[in-house]
């Protein structure tokens, strides 16, 4: 399974997937979203949509310098928050600013691909997406 | 409350000395919740009585509430300050991302003292104020330009709220405004004077703190049960589809619509402007609040052909719903989409209320055609009904006046027509321009009523619709019902609901929300609290001054037919003296 972003241009900046994502921790608030909803150089030209593409080889964890974000088979990549001294070259090495970070807790955070958000975009902006294998797909 | 919950911080900056910090002021949170209620108590306790509201030491406050970034339409800020167009409260509520950044940032109220001796913007991030020079930006014509300088500049994309004022509040054009994000403003009452008043140009604040639940589970399912009546209810859905504009139509069709500075209630050409044929026509992009699924934004597209070169086009988007097109449209009798985009674009760039902009027009070009005022009053522009261009000249004008009469203009209708006369047709209701319900004398004693004269304070142009339309209601039965729902929406406008979400936020599910972040009050002692808040307005409106007996009224309501019948002299005064002998 796979997030993506069906139609960028039905998104009306409401934000709810961005509360949806860090309500997964059952709090309110943003600090643990990684969905990330901005305007595209202000809100009459649309809005810009930020989700993890979950990267086959991905560059967030080949900067890890201590092995805390493991990829995954088919893509994307899992954080051993253990690891993780909250060094912040994965947010950099992210050329689509997909990498999220909770200030609290100087740690990044990392999109699962659960599909949390897509049930909370009234819009059909988003979409959890399958291939034949059950695993990847290319997102927008 | 919930004892980590940052909504009791509040922020004070001081614009003289350039110096802020935050107090803990869990005592007002826990009493008023946040929101309108909070900030009426450090109105009260910041502004000294009497003072002029462009002095230095008049407060601006912010403030937002516990649902705020917590549950779905929850995102309003409420500013109150002293208003410079009524001398009176003034209070106005804007959604955009301002509500959800100032939570997030870890605020739930944010007082704004003293004046700077050289404009600034604020950024507000990460628990410091920076306070930056902001004299380039200062008397840009457009609006937005300053608002593009804070976003390439500053940091926070997507979280950020970005507040700003116009040349109007600059020039301390008494109902200038603040908007934010681009669209959405803290219209009524003149708060981009008081910005204008201490050279604040503008303010960035952003954040992204988590708020803590006392049941996840329980949060969740509440969540999920007011998110999907927000987003499948008709109601709302009628928000997003047309939008308010939708109501032009309607009231025109009851005779309820203000044509032409209301000496009609209806017009048989206003098909082109009405909310179905702009949609249709020039809509090109809905877009909501954070953390709104509605969507209520309507964003027109206008496209211009410049003079000088053929194919060579300006596209500006524009924002209108049902209070613009009634304004800056039927009221001065614009009839043509385009003319009334236009006219809508220069109010949004000089940054003044829509509502007050047009009234102020109508009546003038009510003055004009009398010949009560002359040419040279308007320094040579000559203004007749339905002309964008000319109105366009005026607004212009009116915020870098020539004239005294254009000076007078920029200070209200009521202010300019205690000097030139034409008070009878002059549409403002404790010196606050009309909104646009002729619906009947509810309407009207709302405007009259209400704390700060919004037809939002108490909604009665709505009881004329339900109720008064079909039934008689005394005058004092219908002072009683928009004196509880007033004190209803205390309570939402203290937890920061957007009043269009009234229908889904009663106050047992207000009850229900607070709940979950640690308040045990019940819908009864919400309804209670709400009372209270009401009356601690009226508590500043009277050491101001205000008086019910001074209430003046144009006459021009009891002569233009309305939906009711019921608009009298006798029925307004009854309701006014009861209200008086409830509050007084």
């Known amino acids: 399974m796979k997030l993506s972003v069906k139609d960028v241009m039905r998104c009306v900046g409401c934000q709810s997937c961005m509360f949806a994502c860090s309500r997964r921790s059952g709090n309110a608030g943003l600090s643990n979203t990684c969905i990330g909803i901005k305007s595209t150089g202000g809100i009459s030209r649309g809005f810009t949509v930020i989700v993890c593409r979950s990267c086959e080889n991905p560059p967030c964890a080949a900067v890890c310098p201590t092995g805390a974000l493991v990829p995954k088979e088919g893509g994307g990549v899992r954080l051993n928050s253990a690891k993780c001294i909250g060094c912040g070259l994965c947010k950099d090495a992210c050329v689509i600013d997909a990498i999220f970070w909770n200030e609290e807790q100087n740690k990044p955070v990392i999109c699962v691909q659960c599909g949390y958000c897509v049930d909370y975009c009234p819009y059909e902006v988003l979409e959890l997406k399958k291939d034949k294998k059950g695993v990847t797909h290319d997102a927008e | ?584």
């Open chain 2, 1 to 584: 409350m919930m004892p980590n919950d940052t909504l009791s911080k509040v922020l004070y900056i001081d614009l003289s000395k350039k110096k802020f910090e935050t107090k803990d002021r869990r005592d007002l949170f826990e009493k008023y919740l946040g929101g309108t209620g909070v900030a009426t108590q450090l109105l009260l306790e910041e502004c000294p009585e009497g003072l002029n509201p462009l002095h230095p030491d008049a407060p601006i406050i912010f403030a937002v509430g516990p649902l705020t970034g917590v549950f779905p339409l929850a995102s309003k800020t409420c500013a109150m300050f002293k208003s410079p167009h009524t001398g009176d409260l003034g209070e106005s509520h804007a959604g955009g991302r301002s509500a959800i950044a100032i939570r997030m940032a870890g605020y739930g109220a944010i007082v704004i003292k003293g004046a700077s001796e050289i404009p600034v913007y604020l950024t507000i991030q990460g628990g410091k104020v920076k306070f930056k020079n902001a004299t380039t930006l200062w008397g840009m014509k457009d609006g937005s330009i300053p608002a593009r300088v804070m976003r390439q500049n500053e940091k926070g994309e997507g979280l950020r709220a970005i507040f700003r004022i116009g040349t109007a509040g600059e020039n301390l054009v008494t109902y200038s405004n603040v908007t934010t994000e681009t669209y959405r403003h803290f219209g009524r009452l003149g708060l981009g004077a008081v910005f204008g008043s201490k050279k604040l140009k503008g303010m960035v604040i952003s954040g992204k703190q988590m708020i803590e639940v006392n049941n996840k589970k329980e949060y969740r399912n509440l969540y999920d049960q007011i998110y999907k009546t927000a987003t499948e209810s008709p109601i709302m859905k009628k928000y997003h589809d047309v939008g308010t504009a939708i109501n032009i139509k309607a009231l025109n069709f009851i005779k309820a619509l203000p044509v032409k500075n209301l000496q009609f209630s209806s017009s048989e050409s206003i098909e082109p402007v009405s909310g179905e044929s702009i949609a249709q026509h020039h809509l090109a992009r809905r877009v909501a609040c954070a953390h709104c699924p509605v969507a209520c934004i309507h964003l027109a597209f206008l496209r211009e052909p410049y003079d000088d070169d053929p194919y060579f086009y300006k596209t500006s988007p524009v924002c209108y719903d049902f209070e613009l097109i009634y304004s800056l449209g039927t009221m001065v009798g614009i009839d043509e989409p385009t003319n009334l985009l236009k006219l809508i674009d220069i109010v949004e760039q000089v940054g003044v209320d829509a509502m007050s902009m047009g009234v102020i027009l109508a009546w003038m070009t009510e003055m004009y055609e009398r010949k009560m005022i002359s040419p040279d009053d308007l320094d040579g522009t000559e203004i007749k009904w339905g002309d964008s261009d000319a109105y366009i000249e005026i607004v212009r004008k009116i915020v870098n006046p020539t004239t005294d009469f254009l000076k007078a203009c920029s200070r209200g209708v009521d202010h300019a027509a205690n000097q030139y006369g034409g008070k009878e047709f002059a549409m403002q209701f404790g010196k606050n321009e009309m909104a646009g319900y002729h619906t009947g004398p509810s309407g009207y004693l709302g405007f009259l009523l209400g704390a700060r004269h919004s037809h939002l304070d108490n909604g009665g142009y709505s009881i004329d619709q339900k109720d008064l339309i079909k039934i008689d209601l005394t005058a004092q039965q219908v002072v009683d019902k928009l004196l509880e729902e007033e004190a209803i929406r205390q309570i939402l406008s203290s937890v920061a609901v957007c009043f269009f979400a009234r229908g889904i936020y009663d106050l047992k599910m207000v009850s229900e929300a607070l709940k979950l972040l640690g308040y045990d009050l019940s819908d009864t002692r919400l309804a209670e609290i709400g009372k209270q808040i009401h009356l601690n307005k009226y508590t500043f409106k009277m050491r101001e001054g205000f008086r019910f007996e001074k209430l003046d009224i144009p006459e021009r309501i009891y002569e233009t037919a309305d939906p009711t019948g019921k608009i009298t002299r006798k029925f307004i005064h009854e309701g006014i003296n009861y209200a008086k002998s409830l509050i007084d």
